[in-house]
């Protein structure tokens, strides 16, 4: 099993930044794809952004190509989410997801489908 941990979520102003994290625990040895997902009200969740183990292969979403930076740490078994320029479109619950093995690429192809973990997700609210 692995629990992860979303934070960073709030209510910030079109134009501003965000940084999420997610902290994962649990059987987080060996290689494994970090995630985020996001979903709107109404809507069904969608990719955003994905990194592999080694961080030199990242895929986004194109709606968020330009603006959101994903990254990890993985001594410290943490992902990271920044989020620059933001819209009141990106308004939705972001959810972190972990995939054993597998690839950032073919993470965001697959969507949701893919994902073995999920946290229980963070809210962010963009005001226009």
């Known amino acids: 099993q692995v629990q992860l941990v979303e934070s960073g979520g709030g209510l910030v102003q079109a134009g501003g930044s965000l940084r999420l994290s997610c902290a994962a625990s649990?059987?987080?040895?060996?290689?494994?794809?970090m995630a985020w997902f996001r979903q709107a009200p109404g809507k069904e969740r969608e990719f955003v952004a994905a990194?592999?183990?080694?961080?030199?292969?990242?895929a986004y979403a194109d709606s968020v190509k330009g603006r959101f930076t994903i990254s990890r740490d993985n001594a410290k078994n943490m992902v990271y989410l920044q989020m620059n320029s933001l819209k009141p479109e990106d308004t939705a619950v972001y959810y972190c997801?972990?995939?054993?093995?597998?690839?950032?690429?073919?993470?965001?192809?697959?969507?949701?489908?893919?994902?073995?973990?999920w946290g229980k997700g963070t809210l962010v609210t963009v005001s226009s």
């Open positions: 997801a972990f995939q054993k093995g597998g690839t950032a690429q073919a993470m965001g192809v697959i969507g949701p489908l893919g994902v073995d973990y």
């Open positions: 649990g059987r987080t040895f060996g290689s494994y794809v």
């Open positions: 990194i592999n183990w080694s961080s030199s292969s990242t």
